[in-house]
T-cell receptor, first 111, second 111 residues
Framework: DTGVSQDPRHKITKRGQNVTFRCDPI?????LYWYRQTLGQGPEFLTY????????KSRLLSDRFSAERPKGSFSTLEIQRTEQGDSAMYLC?????????FGPGTRLTVL | DQQVKQNSPSLSVQEGRISILNCDYT??????FLWYKKYPAEGPTFLIS?????DKNEDGRFTVFLNKSAKHLSLHIVPSQPGDSAVYFC??????????FGEGTQLTVNP
């Protein structure tokens, strides 16, 4: 399967714990995006990488959130000291040109 | 500030008839528009897109219409099939950057 993959697909954690998600984009895509989707809403932009450079961050990305894309390949999104409001679907997308292709998402539940 | 709006949370049509999903936007800097389809527990799947230099784009049963003066776009699906039942998201971007999504419309196609 040469699509965008995300791991894990589901994560349940207790409030205050740290979590890390991984995204593997389509191999030739140099642009990678993270979005967050809550129930009843469309995905909301979090951050964007072109190769290894993080070029844009949304104001939604508080200082508890950090994203990396070492060597311009896979990316990780870490949330420190999780809060119940962080419960959402975290989506990764990649593109070379034209449309963005999305992964299946990681469903985070913070208890 | 909701820059992309889908005012109909749900739409129900009979199999074989036309489905029309609507989307309005406020940011005149958007120059690329997309429709995505989403099933539960999956990431959005790209359907069709249109550049602001066009007013229509067609791909099989799917046609997207863009009315720049009204800042309105629509997705026509004809004929509608039960497998088309899903949540449809309208999205917009500026110069191929991050996507701004609407809230989504749940389409149900009844056999």
């Amino acid at each position: 399967d040469t699509g965008v993959s995300q791991d894990p697909r589901h994560k349940i954690t207790k409030r205050g714990q740290n979590v890390t998600f991984r995204c593997d984009p389509i191999s030739e895509h140099n642009r990678l995006y993270w979005y967050r989707q809550t129930l009843g809403q469309g995905p909301e932009f979090l951050t964007y990488f072109q190769n290894e450079a993080q070029l844009e961050k949304s104001r939604l990305l508080s200082d508890r959130f950090s994203a990396e894309r070492p060597k311009g390949s896979f990316s990780t999104l870490e949330i420190q000291r999780t809060e119940q409001g962080d419960s959402a679907m975290y989506l990764c997308a990649s593109r070379q040109s034209g449309e963005q292709f999305f992964g299946p998402g990681t469903r985070l539940t913070v208890l | 500030d909701q820059q992309v709006k889908q005012n109909s949370p749900s739409l129900s049509v009979q199999e074989g008839r036309i489905s029309i999903l609507n989307c309005d936007y406020t940011n005149s800097m958007f120059d690329y528009f997309l429709w995505y389809k989403k099933y539960p527990a999956e990431g959005p799947t790209f359907l069709i897109s249109i550049s602001s230099i066009k007013d229509k784009n067609e791909d099989g049963r799917f046609t997207v219409f863009l009315n720049k003066s009204a800042k309105h776009l629509s997705l026509h699906i004809v004929p509608s099939q039960p497998g088309d039942s899903a949540v449809y998201f309208c999205a917009a971007s500026r110069s191929g950057s991050r996507l701004t999504f609407g809230e989504g419309t749940q389409l149900t196609v009844n056999p």
